[in-house]
């Protein structure tokens, strides 16, 4: 297979029988939509959505020192987590620049699922056996292991009862259990990127063809329509949820992206990027970084990554992910702005779309947040 020719998920075939608009992603082919992307994305949000992400990176570490590894590798507290449940967390470089944001699932007391984004799953992979170097655990390459299909939405939890006995009342957010789901065993996770309840469920891609039909079918009197990439990225957007390559990048260290909560100082031992963490922690704390905030159009025009952000003819921001929001009806960006001009209602606020000085109010992010 030539290098250019893109990975196909275990459900390719069942996308174009589905009639999907394909798009190469992260070297992956994966549905862009499968008809209108504001049917899909309002599907998601009122009703249920079902998503292919088998392009994500699984990478598994086991073994007697898999906790003390992840811990020296990420800059999270993973030796904390409890089995059964999950971490967001990240991967930095010395330097304290993000490598990628992640979540972590500690399947056992010594086996860990590392989910990496589709477009650094080989970094990270690279960099976590690199790291692990000295310490008794083995890092395993899982990404054919697994497919990764979504179920996303209010209608999510009572789709999937009707398939399995798993305890999904149960099942905290952030949580991950084993179980069988329409005869498929499969790993559930209340986990999601949509801004909705939901699940992910890791299955064997042999498996892949009949849960979705299985999972199509039972959602099919709650409204469940299958979603591509596209609307995934407005309902994040919307949730106010970091994508890497736009909210984050090498570039940033967690505290310039608003995000040094993940960063766990008071952890044992020593983690790659501590001392450069702990400079970045003191430089954020006297001199604020630009802080990400959100940004809704007073008019039509749409922002795109890269557009500056304007105030009293400075350039005093950046738009990093753009689009019009559906729920809200707008158009909405998030952006990384100066202090002086992320608090939420700052007059005079706009966004160079192509010359012009569109006015764009400030918010506090989420755009979006669901009733629970």
Same mark, same amino acid.
Request: proline fraction near 6%; aromatic fraction near 6%.
């Given at each position: 297979?030539?290098?250019?020719?893109?990975?196909?998920?275990?459900?390719?075939?069942?996308?174009?029988?589905?009639?999907?608009?394909?798009?190469?992603?992260?070297?992956?082919?994966?549905?862009?939509?499968?008809?209108?992307?504001?049917?899909?994305?309002?599907?998601?949000?009122?009703?249920?959505?079902?998503?292919?992400?088998?392009?994500?990176?699984?990478?598994? /570490?086991?073994?007697?020192?898999?906790?003390?590894?992840?811990?020296?590798?990420? %800059?999270?507290?993973?030796?904390?987590?409890?089995?059964?449940?999950?971490?967001? =967390?990240?991967?930095?470089?010395?330097?304290?620049? *993000?490598?990628?944001?992640?979540?972590? $699932?500690?399947?056992?007391?010594?086996? $860990?699922?590392?989910?990496?984004?589709?477009?650094?799953?080989?970094? %990270?992979?690279?960099?976590?056996?690199?790291?692990?170097?000295?310490?008794?655990?083995?890092?395993?390459?899982?990404?054919?292991?697994?497919?990764?299909?979504?179920?996303? #939405?209010?209608?999510?939890?009572? *789709?999937?009862?009707?398939?399995?006995?798993?305890?999904?009342?149960?099942? !905290?957010?952030?949580?991950?259990?084993? #179980?069988?789901?329409?005869? /498929?065993?499969?790993?559930?996770?209340?986990?999601?990127? =949509?801004?909705?309840?939901?699940?992910?469920?890791?299955?064997?891609?042999?498996?892949?063809?009949?849960?979705?039909?299985?999972?199509?079918?039972?959602?099919?009197?709650?409204?469940?329509?299958?979603?591509?990439?596209?609307?995934?990225?407005?309902?994040?957007?919307?949730?106010?949820?970091?994508?890497?390559?736009? @909210?984050?990048?090498?570039?940033?260290?967690?505290?310039?992206?608003?995000?040094?909560?993940?960063? !766990?100082?008071?952890? @044992?031992?020593?983690?790659?990027?501590?001392?450069?963490?702990?400079?970045?922690?003191?430089?954020?704390? @006297?001199?604020?970084?630009?802080?990400?905030?959100?940004?809704?159009?007073? #008019?039509?025009? %749409?922002?795109?990554?890269?557009?500056?952000?304007?105030?009293?003819?400075?350039?005093?921001?950046? %738009? =990093?992910?753009?689009?019009?929001?559906?729920?809200?009806?707008?158009? *909405?960006?998030?952006?990384?702005?100066?202090?002086?001009?992320?608090?939420? #209602?700052?007059?005079?606020?706009?966004?160079? *779309?192509?010359?012009?000085?569109?006015? $764009?109010?400030?918010?506090?992010?989420?755009?979006?947040?669901?009733? !629970?």
């Amino acid at each position: 297979m030539s290098s250019t020719e893109p990975r196909r998920t275990a459900l390719d075939a069942l996308h174009r029988s589905l009639g999907a608009t394909m798009t190469d992603f992260a070297g992956w082919d994966m549905p862009l939509r499968y008809g209108s992307e504001r049917d899909e994305h309002n599907a998601v949000r009122t009703k249920a959505g079902l998503f292919d992400l088998s392009h994500m990176g699984e990478i598994t /570490v086991t073994g007697p020192q898999a906790a003390e590894l992840l811990n020296f590798a990420l %800059v999270g507290n993973i030796a904390s987590v409890g089995v059964g449940r999950a971490r967001y =967390t990240m991967i930095c470089q010395a330097d304290g620049g *993000i490598l990628d944001d992640l979540i972590v $699932y500690r399947l056992g007391e010594t086996e $860990y699922l590392v989910v990496a984004n589709a477009s650094n799953a080989q970094v %990270v992979l690279d960099a976590l056996t690199g790291r692990a170097a000295g310490f008794d655990a083995e890092v395993r390459d899982d990404r054919d292991a697994y497919a990764l299909i979504a179920v996303q #939405g209010p209608q999510a939890p009572g *789709i999937l009862a009707s398939l399995t006995d798993a305890d999904l009342d149960g099942l !905290k957010y952030y949580a991950g259990l084993p #179980g069988t789901v329409a005869g /498929v065993p499969a790993l559930i996770a209340r986990t999601g990127y =949509t801004g909705e309840d939901g699940f992910e469920l890791f299955v064997a891609p042999s498996d892949a063809e009949a849960l979705w039909q299985a999972l199509t079918k039972a959602g099919e009197p709650a409204g469940l329509v299958p979603c591509g990439l596209s609307c995934r990225d407005t309902l994040r957007l919307e949730a106010g949820m970091p994508l890497y390559g736009h @909210e984050l990048s090498r570039e940033l260290t967690p505290f310039d992206a608003g995000l040094g909560r993940v960063v !766990k100082f008071e952890k @044992e031992g020593d983690f790659v990027g501590r001392e450069a963490l702990t400079e970045a922690a003191t430089r954020a704390a @006297e001199n604020p970084p630009r802080v990400l905030v959100g940004l809704i159009a007073e #008019g039509r025009r %749409v922002p795109r990554a890269g557009y500056a952000v304007v105030a009293g003819g400075e350039v005093i921001g950046e %738009v =990093t992910s753009g689009a019009p929001s559906p729920t809200l009806g707008r158009p *909405i960006a998030m952006a990384y702005v100066d202090p002086a001009h992320a608090t939420p #209602g700052t007059a005079g606020v706009g966004v160079d *779309i192509r010359g012009s000085h569109e006015p $764009y109010e400030v918010v506090a992010l989420p755009f979006y947040k669901r009733q !629970k």
